[in-house]
């Protein structure tokens, strides 16, 4: 089985603190993914990555950036957190193979909750 | 918003009880797909469903999809306590774009 780990499930930053959220997979998937999730609004992709060293804006990148050095590691950064980026962030993974498939189902990390005071 | 809407918000039925959820999305797909997220967990995948086909089945799942209308339905049949939990669709084109998400409750 995919294995996305989250390496802290709850975080309590305060307003100004750079924040580090990181996400591991084993099982050498091309694409990664941070999401954020918020009632009433679903998910929400902020950045994506297909490979190491690439990356994308999604449809909310503002307030973040990302970085991915090696194939298994995607960490998603907060320069400068504010309360509005309290949230449960969400790290996916596909392989390459599923976009070609058509199939780009994603496998989840058990989700970061930050509270940012 | 790209985000799709899902109907209703929340569903609370009694065990053995069917539950309908409704998916609605705005632009073409290549597939739909429909997860399951615990209370505080990440999402896991139940089904998914190309865009040129119409019914599916897994288990005690099954999932429609009417493209001239833009949407989508699961149905969990005989629920359980267990199946307790927000469900998701997720429109795929370029990119998936999740629904706003189902809370359903089941009661023993």
């Known amino acids: 089985d995919v294995k996305v780990t989250q390496s802290s499930r709850y975080l309590v930053k305060r307003t100004g603190e750079k924040v580090f959220l990181e996400c591991v997979q084993d099982m050498d998937h091309e694409n990664m993914f941070w999401y954020r999730q918020d009632p009433g609004l679903g998910l929400r992709l902020i950045y994506f990555s297909y490979d190491v060293k690439m990356k994308e804006k999604g449809d909310i990148p503002e307030g973040y950036s990302v970085s991915r050095e090696k194939k298994e590691r995607f960490s998603l950064i907060l320069e400068s957190a504010s309360t509005n980026q309290t949230s449960m962030y969400l790290c996916a993974t596909y392989p390459y193979s599923y976009r070609v498939s058509g199939a780009n189902v994603l496998t989840f990390g058990a989700g970061s909750r930050l509270t940012v005071l | 918003s790209q985000q799709g809407e899902e109907d209703p918000q929340a569903l609370s039925i009694q065990e053995g009880e069917n539950a309908t959820m409704n998916c609605s999305y705005k632009t073409s797909i290549n597939n739909l797909q429909w997860y399951r997220q615990n209370s505080g967990r990440g999402l896991v995948h139940l089904i998914l469903i190309r865009s040129n086909e119409r019914e599916k089945h897994s288990g005690r799942l099954r999932v429609t999809l009417d493209t001239s209308k833009k949407s989508s339905s699961l149905l969990i049949t005989a629920s359980r306590a267990a199946d307790t939990a927000s469900y998701f669709c997720?429109?795929?084109?370029?990119?998936?774009?999740f629904g706003t998400g189902t809370r359903l409750l089941v009661s023993p």
């Open positions: 997720a429109s795929t084109f370029q990119k998936l774009v």
